[in-house]
């Protein structure tokens, strides 16, 4: 605890302690709030056809909920882990899954899978925890890298950045470096430890 002594630092000392209080005050009603939405989306309905945020598409009329949408884990993936300094965010997870999803999937890294058949998006690239899809790269990016991702495979490992935002960032090579890995040979290859 801390002690004033004089006029001013107790004005000082009390003006810390409203501002830590309003801090705790203002934390304490954010996680409320989350936790009313995480709540209120568990008794949302399904939608028919996916929503990929970016795609520039029109959302169907009514309300959107969580579409469970699951996939085999790939049995080799394209390891694109190493020297991946561009960082991204999942984009339109709240469609595939609840808020708290990402935050308990503890591994280190994502699996990206190429959509091409997508109908929202021909260069799509979903982003999955495990078998489990949480989203997708966002449309500008998708764009970018969707060619390049078409000459080597289509299904990758990527580390996952989990400093920011629930865990829900991943890191991939910049555009140059991967043409490099292309350039030099196939890049190594991800299998899932036996």
Known sequence: MVFCVEIEPRIYCMTLFFLALAIVVIIYLLRTRNKRQADSAGKSTTVDRPHREG???TPDEGSFGITIHHREIPSVAIDLRHDAERVFRVVGSSHWVDPDTMGKYVADYFFLHREPENEYDTNAVAVYGGDRKFGYLKAAAAAEYAPLFDQIGSDF??????IYYGGDQFRLPHIPILRKMLEDGQPPYWHPKS
Not at 157 to 162: F, L, S
């Open 55 to 57: 795609a520039g598409q």
């Open 157 to 162: 490992i990527v580390a996952r950045d989990q």
